[in-house]
């Protein structure tokens, strides 16, 4: 294997050298051939045609010196042009190096013209073309064949391929437009020149742009155009749409294709005869077509974009333009809770469909809604981006009840009106019912976490009587309600008022038998005093013994008729009098008391008893307060 | 005033026969609801209540009927209406906590200070009635034991009777501000439970504006404000917005 593999690479290089030195040797050869100057022109052309005539040469030349072309307009040339080939038939070699002046004409009048002869100087040596006569024509009568001759004249014109041509336009639909509306752009491909295919491609990268390619036909077709009264095979390479995305002046970038043309070679083949030419050409005898490839370029190309209108821009404007309808569909309008629901909205026409992204779509708030699943339905074609795009939108309500998803609003800018159009897709009306089993339950066990009583029951209801009442009565702040605040509070100021009066009176009669206890005591004392001098016993024991009774009844607020000597012991006691002048008192008391009503002396001990009570007295009057 | 006095009289006087006839339209609901046929029950309850009549424990047992029927909200309404006449009622208060539990909002109830939360336990032992009540009993009780002091000679008797009008007139006092405190909530503090299954809390009294929060049914709320067809509602939590009353009813 290595071995064949170094034996290929040796052969190789080998070759490559033999091709190098055959290469040179042919150089040196074709030095050695003669300078041949020729003219290429049409011998009868229609008036008005345009046609041209091409001086060749195949040796470097200087100092060219085109004729004047008196009766013809000179519409441009001479543009000068160089290629050169190589030739192996039957092993032999040629190469040919062609110089080729081209000018373009245009037959004004009818008659016969002279073309005078052309000169150029190679090597120091001035080269001449014969002088030749045009002759025009009455109006077009070969115009056809001269479009198709262009073929003709591609071959003559060998290797020459100006940009006349073969050129690439870049054709818009329409030189300005809205942003958001979308535009035709289509590449097409001028060609007079035996056009064999095309490679790499090089689409322009459509800056600014929103685009979508149109699908070109496998076949490319051809077809025949006029530019500037010259005849064209054209071709369309390539169909976008476009959507600008921003306003201003956008430029779409030029547009690359190697093509691969056939061109004849000015070999010796050739016999200045086009006829014969074209024979050994088209026969494939011609061994002299030769695949060239050229690289071609489209100008760039502007477009003007204005923006949308900002007034009267609605709220919910998303940037569609062009031209839509929408319709919703509802699968279901009466659902059980936690049950899914499929909402579709179909957003059908035409316009830049496809960036419709965010549909405003209100759902109620206690449903769970899921990002729409969104599918296309577009297709892009020569007169723009047709189709639909539906959005299916999963949506599961929660809790029972009625919900509405109200209308759903669309705006978009109609290109037709120049306006704003706001559309509507129905509304629905959603009824959940409760889901099996309580569902609401279920839900709110599993959303809740410290649930501790669901399992219990109610109490039971309340059996016994209502104590029904009028709804909305009170009893707070009723005239009834002050009515019986009231009278406590009467009752009490009576109370208050009639104790005061009786504590009033009571107190002012003991207050006066109190303060006036002892002087009725000493006046008694007084009388008794009187009755002791007299020697009126009986009187004197009575008055002694009021003297010291009323005393105590009126000092001790006790009643006379309640006096007796427990009543004035249990009194005395009360009021906290010392033992000694109770016990006393009371003896006095006795003593009198029995002197009084037992028989035997009463004078002898009258004064005693004198003497004893007015001490007593005394002494209670002190202690007694 | 004697007028006024009078008028109630009357109207005492002449609502008593129909008191017979609604006692009676009471036990036969009770009859419903113990049959298990709870609309029947929630009808006779509910012509009850169309006699203008009411009392805690019709409100309890129309409320122990829709919660049979599984109706949360109206269970809740009605408890909650069962509650505001006797706010002391254990069974209404348990009733009411079995109902909220089954609802699908969780609201977490700002925590009050522990003498606030006393005070409001302490004040709906009664309603604004009871303690007005309380407070007459104790106000009369008050001067009889003040009487009593004044008269009774016997020290033992009159200490006693002086503290204990002291005591009563402290509770005098207290009842009065509970009652006129009560008496106040039932004029001002309205609540309403939500009706609807699900309603969205709005930011002002707009359809379009901004969505604050949901709530769910037998939700409730106190209503702070009202404008046209919408109420200002807070809930436990604190937070409030604006609902249209279409979603609510007033407890």
Redesign the interface.
Known sequence: MDVTMMIMKILKKLLFLLLAFLLFLVHKESKGQGVSFTVNAPQQVGAGDQFRVVFSLNDAGTSFKGPSFKGFSVLSGPSQSTSSNIQFINGAMTQSVNYSFTYILQADKEGTYQVEPASITVQGKQFRTNAFNIQVLKGSPNRQRQGGGGQSGGNQGGANISGNDLFIKTLLSKPEAYQGEQITVTQKIYSRVALMGFENVKLPSFEGFWSSEVKMPEQVSLHKETVNGTVYNVAELKKTILFPQKSGTLTIQPMTVTAVVQVRTQGRTTTGDPFFDNFFNGSGFGSSVQNVRKEIKSAPVSIRVKPLPEQSQPAGFGGAVGSFSLKATLDKTEVKANEALNYKITLSGTGNLELVDDLKVEFPSDFEVYDPKISNNISASASGVTGNRIFEYLVIPRNPGDYEIPPLKFSYFDLGKKAYVDIQAAGFTIKVQKGAGGSTAAYTAAGKEDVKILGSDIRYIKTGRPQLRPIGAMFYQTALFWGLFVIPIVLFGLVILIWNRHMRLRGDQSLMKNRKATRVAKARMKKAAAYLKSGEEEAFYVEVSQALWGYLADKLYLPQATLSLETVHEALEKKGVGEALRLRYESVLQECEFIRFAPGDKAGKMEGLYQQSLEIVMTAEKEIS | ?RK??FN?IV?LAL?MPV?KG??AL?QQA?ED?KNKSWDKAIAGYGK??SN???????F??LG??W?KK?DIPNAILNYEKARKLSPGDA?IQ??L???N????D?IDVLPELFYKRWWNEIRSFFT??G???A??IT??LF?GL??LY??IRAAMVRRLAFFASFLVLIVFGFSMVF??Q??KL?LNQREAIVF???V?VKSSPDEAST?LF?L?EGTKVKILDNLGDWYRVAIASGSDGWVSSQSLKVI
């Open positions: 005033m006024i006095f109630f109207i609502s008191v609604n006692d009471f009770n609801y009850l209540l203008g009549q009411e009392s805690a424990a019709v309890f047992n122990n009927a919660f599984n069974d348990f009733n906590k079995v109902a539990a089954r609802i699908v969780k604004a009635d303690w007005a009540i407070s007459l106000l009369s001067f003040f009487t004044l008269v009652s006129s009560s008496y039932v609807d299954p699900a969205s969505d949901m769910h």
